[in-house]
């Protein structure tokens, strides 16, 4: 059964930087896409970063390119999304989500995946 656990979200002042973690289990040594999405009040979620473990291969929304990371440590079996110079308009509720294909990752951040975790609230003050 495959399981994600998102955290370290949090309040923090604008301008400051986060790192989401996400615990992923359940997939047996093989390779993944992996992805974080968010949801901010009243919006629809939306993908904003998603990642390829097979190949490495990376997609950002254009929005967030610059100052949001995607990374996976494979050993550890965990997903990071670096978020920094934190702006109010990144208050959300951000999800991991991942599935078994090894295609564009830019496909899983459009049109979603199907193994999702818990969100973690990141809310950032003005």
């Known amino acids: 059964e495959v399981q994600l656990q998102a955290s370290g979200g949090g309040l923090v002042q604008a301008g400051g930087s986060l790192r989401l973690s996400c615990a992923v289990s359940?997939?047996?040594?093989?390779?993944?896409?992996i992805g974080w999405f968010r949801q901010a009040p009243g919006k629809e979620r939306v993908g904003v970063s998603c990642m390829s473990t097979w190949d490495g291969r990376t997609y950002y929304l254009e929005s967030v390119k610059v100052r949001f990371t995607i990374s996976s440590d494979k050993a550890k079996s965990t997903a990071y999304l670096q978020i920094d110079n934190l702006k109010p308009e990144d208050t959300a509720v951000y999800y991991c989500?991942?599935?078994?294909?090894?295609?564009?990752?830019?496909?899983?951040?459009?049109?979603?995946?199907?193994?999702w975790g818990k969100g973690t609230l990141v809310t950032v003050s003005s």
């Open positions: 989500a991942a599935d078994r294909h090894h295609g564009d990752p830019r496909t899983s951040c459009e049109h979603g995946m199907n193994y």
């Open positions: 359940g997939f047996s040594n093989v390779d993944y896409r």
